[in-house]
């Protein structure tokens, strides 16, 4: 797309908001994508930056129409939740827990909410 338009404004497809994950004054980011190329077809595209081993990483990745930060904490860092849901009412719910490293999938369900 730049090699295209390189006057294109690429600062425009993303949001970004500061969290706090941990119990510390460190913060961490939410990066949110804005349109395409940085969403899915029904679904927003959601990156957590946080630092690890002292530098900026992508800890976790979800594609989701709401991500929530949860009170939960494992190895310092708050617990994520990613959820979606279709207009037809199927979606999931999925839960992350840190692992000192990066957010893995903890726990998985699928909701089924009929009109």
Not at 9 to 27: E, I, W
Not at 29 to 37: D, F, K, L, M, T
Not at 57 to 63: D, E, H, I, R, Y
């Amino acid at each position: 797309m730049l090699r295209d338009d390189p006057h294109l404004q690429v600062d425009s497809f993303y949001a970004a908001y500061r969290v706090k994950l941990t119990s510390s004054n460190d913060l961490a980011y939410i990066v949110e994508g804005r349109g395409n190329p940085v969403t899915g077809a029904d679904n927003d595209w959601f990156w957590v930056v946080g630092t690890v081993a002292a530098k900026p990483a992508v800890v976790l990745f979800c594609g989701a129409l709401n991500l929530a930060i949860l009170p939960g904490v494992h190895d310092s860092l708050r617990d994520i939740r990613c959820t979606w849901e279709s207009p037809g009412g199927d979606g999931f719910i999925e839960d992350y827990r840190f692992n000192r490293q990066t957010y893995v999938l903890f726990r998985k369900s699928e909701t089924h909410r009929r009109p």
